[in-house]
């Protein structure tokens, strides 16, 4: 009977302690369990903006190189100093290019003398052709005439013989007299043709007068080139600007930009600083949100509480990789009047406004659900009924809120879901016994 009595006492605990058990699991079960988070549809402003890290450049960097080489003999200016165009910059010493300047212009007076040699040789073989020409015309016509003449003697004298009028002799000498007129004639036309070799050894000197203006002219360039670099052993400026750099020091021996395959010596860098740009590197999952013309802010560490306006002027057409992570630059041009605090190289942080809208619907973006299809819903909370999800028409987002184009209205009560909401896994499951709306954790929302 004792075994019984103690049998039924264990069974009545047991179920006594498995009773407590479930009442204290449930009633700790209901006061875990969270309250819904709600949050009011309201009217503002929203904006869509992208974050960049980016650095300070100026409008024109330009590298000052000498073209002619030499010791630096003057520095006027040093880093910071401001520069107008046309101010001199640095001065060589001049001693080796007035030499070859010197050097160049005597041998163009030498030059200049052979051709004025070459000059009068022409000019008086042209006037010796000339006269000779006319002494063999004279000549041959003289020739021609006296041979005419002697042959019209020699055939009337022939005549005479005939009829024995004159003597053999006579006639024999009349003979001879035309048959050496005939010879002088021929000897005058070949002194006349001896002349057309005058013309070719005219036509030498003509192409000796070519040649020696040819040289005249080479050595007029080599003079230009020898003075251009006596002038170049001073540089001026080529822009106003601000010396940002000095790379040599007085007594240095500086290479020429032109003749050396290095390049030359970089002797000072100009920045024109009238406009100031930044440098945005932004990623490819953002850079669809820029165009042309929107407005931007910028901080730099050095000025931590002021922001300078700026604006999108330039979007790069191609990426940049670097360990998988494409990049694109932006370039964008400060326009405040602060702009002068700025400095190259600065490391500078951009925002830039892709969209603004202004007296729009609003909800936090945690209330916002994607599902299937595309479709963006909303639950919607009603006093003394059970939610209701509203198929909605969004619109641009800034990760906190999101426009609400269509589906709701001003003051209607939305509920917020755990873990993020715009997720492509829709709402997450409800609790076992909780009310329509109140969610369990789902998978976190896809940024």
């Not at 043709?193 to 000197?205: F, I, N, R, V």
């Not at 290095?262 to 920045?271: A, E, I, P, Q, R």
């Not at 896994?425 to 940024?447: D, E, S």
């Given at each position: 009977m004792k075994k019984w009595l103690i049998l039924i006492l264990i069974v009545a605990l047991a179920a006594g302690g498995a009773y407590y058990y479930w009442w204290v699991y449930r009633a700790n079960g209901k006061s875990d369990a969270p309250a819904p988070v709600t949050a009011k549809v309201e009217r503002g402003t929203?904006?869509?903006?992208?974050?960049?890290?980016?650095?300070?450049?100026?409008?024109?960097?330009?590298?000052?190189?000498?073209?002619?080489?030499?010791?630096?003999?003057?520095?006027?200016?040093?880093?910071?100093?401001?520069?107008?165009?046309?101010?001199?910059?640095?001065?060589?010493?001049?001693?080796?290019?007035?030499?070859?300047?010197?050097?160049?212009?005597?041998?163009?007076?030498?030059?200049?003398?052979?051709?004025?040699?070459?000059?009068?040789?022409?000019?008086?073989?042209?006037r010796t052709l000339l006269t000779d020409q006319g002494r063999a015309k004279t000549a041959l016509e003289a020739a021609g005439v006296h041979a005419a003449d002697a042959r019209a003697k020699a055939d009337r004298m022939k005549q005479l013989l005939a009829k024995n009028l004159c003597s053999q002799e006579e006639c024999?000498?009349?003979?001879?007299?035309?048959?050496?007129?005939?010879?002088?004639?021929?000897?005058?036309?070949?002194?006349?043709?001896?002349?057309?070799?005058?013309?070719?050894?005219?036509?030498?000197?003509?192409?000796?007068?070519?040649?020696?203006?040819?040289?005249?002219?080479?050595?007029?360039?080599?003079?230009?080139?020898?003075q251009d670099r006596l002038t170049d052993t001073k540089v001026t400026a080529p822009i106003d600007g601000v010396v940002a750099a000095r790379n040599v020091q007085i007594g240095q021996i500086i290479a020429s930009g032109v003749s050396n395959v290095?390049?030359?010596?970089?002797?000072?860098?100009?920045?024109d600083l009238s406009r100031i740009f930044v440098l945005a590197s932004v990623d490819e999952s953002d850079i669809g949100k820029v165009a042309l013309d929107q407005a931007a802010t910028v901080t730099v560490d050095a000025f931590p509480n002021q922001e300078f306006r700026s604006k999108v002027v330039r979007i790069a057409t191609k990426g940049v990789n670097l360990s998988n992570v494409v990049t694109f630059e932006v370039k964008l041009e400060v326009t405040g009047k602060e702009k002068s605090l700025l400095k190259p190289e600065m490391t500078a942080d951009v925002v830039i406004l892709a969209a603004e809208k202004r007296d729009v619907l609003l909800v936090p973006t945690d209330a916002v659900l994607r599902k299937a299809g595309g479709k963006r819903v909303v639950t919607v909370v009603k006093d003394g009924a059970e939610n209701e999800e509203v198929v909605a028409e969004t619109g641009i987002s800034d990760e906190t809120k999101t426009e609400i184009a269509k589906g709701l209205s001003e003051g209607q009560t939305v509920l917020l879901h755990q873990g993020g909401a715009d997720g492509k896994?829709?709402?997450?499951?409800?609790?076992?016994?909780?009310?329509?709306?109140?969610?369990?954790?789902?998978?976190?929302?896809?940024?």
């Open positions: 929203i904006r869509l903006s992208v974050a960049s890290p980016g650095r300070i450049v100026s409008n024109l960097d330009v590298d000052i190189k000498c073209k002619a080489s030499g010791e630096v003999l003057s520095l006027p200016f040093d880093v910071s100093d401001t520069v107008k165009k046309d101010d001199l910059l640095v001065e060589l010493d001049p001693v080796d290019e007035q030499r070859v300047v010197r050097k160049a212009e005597v041998d163009l007076e030498a030059a200049d003398a052979r051709l004025r040699i070459a000059r009068e040789n022409l000019a008086v073989a042209e024999d000498t009349a003979q001879t007299a035309a048959t050496q007129a005939d010879a002088d004639l021929t000897v005058a036309k070949i002194r006349l043709d001896e002349l057309k070799t005058q013309e070719l050894a005219l036509e030498l000197k003509r192409q000796e007068v070519k040649s020696a203006q040819a040289v005249v002219d080479s050595l007029k360039i080599v003079l230009e080139i020898a290095g390049g030359g010596t970089t002797v000072l860098t100009l920045s896994w829709g709402a997450p499951p409800r609790a076992p016994g909780a009310p329509r709306g109140m969610m369990m954790g789902g998978p976190p929302r896809k940024g």
